[in-house]
């Protein structure tokens, strides 16, 4: 019987990723992006706070990503236009 293979290696990806953000740093590209890591009640507080800033329809306001940490706490990152023209 054939043997199945494991997943593949990350660290080409990872190394790929690294030099990406070397070559084009944070801020670069055409989204403002924060990262956060709050308690649930104080990020749901956060991300109101930017969609209220920064109006969805003119800004493109998003939750880009979110994930739970230990202890009731959520690390997410809000993403937006730096300006509505």
Known sequence: MARVPGPPPLEGLRRQIERRRREKPAGAGHFVRETFRLERQAARE????????????????????????????????????????
Not at 55 to 70: D, F, G, I, N, Q
């Open 46 to 85: 956060k991300a109101r706070e930017w969609f209220d800033l920064w109006p969805k329809a003119a800004y493109w306001t998003e939750v880009e990503s979110w994930r739970m940490l230990e202890g009731d706490r959520i690390e997410f990152t809000m993403r937006r236009l730096p300006s509505a023209d």
